[in-house]
């Protein structure tokens, strides 16, 4: 039962990580190629590491061996790291391409540019 559950998150991270690959290049410009690309491997990664723990807490109650909550615990610690720097890595690029001043394609607002023009942005 283990097993398919974990295949299926696998399948899942799988998947969401091969949309993450086909968004950087479908998408028309940097600004949804990152969306695109930073939330679907969120995504893929999420429930790559929701594998590993369901693995390793089926591991540990069939054999009581502590390295498996070590293993959880390195997969939790990976998760929050990437929850925090895949949104703040997508946010500085978006950003430098923005000062940089690629527009994006398909925009029909501009806020930043806007509180540029006024001043309230640095």
């Known amino acids: 039962m283990v097993q398919i559950l974990v295949a299926l998150f696998l399948l899942v991270g799988v998947g969401f990580n091969l949309l993450g690959t086909f968004a950087l290049y479908r998408f028309p410009d940097v600004y949804t190629r990152l969306h695109g690309a930073t939330k679907c491997t969120t995504f893929g990664s999420l429930f790559t ?5 369901a693995y390793g807490l089926h591991r540990f109650f069939e054999g009581g061996e502590g390295r498996y909550l070590v293993l959880i615990v390195h997969a939790l610690v990976a998760v929050v790291a990437l929850l925090v720097t895949n949104a703040t890595g997508a946010h500085a690029m978006a950003r430098a391409a923005h ?6 394609i398909h925009a029909v607002v501009d806020r930043l540019a806007e509180d540029h023009r006024k001043g309230k942005v640095a």
């Open 99 to 104: 000062r940089s001043g690629v527009a994006p």
């Open 49 to 53: 590491s929701a594998a590993v723990v």
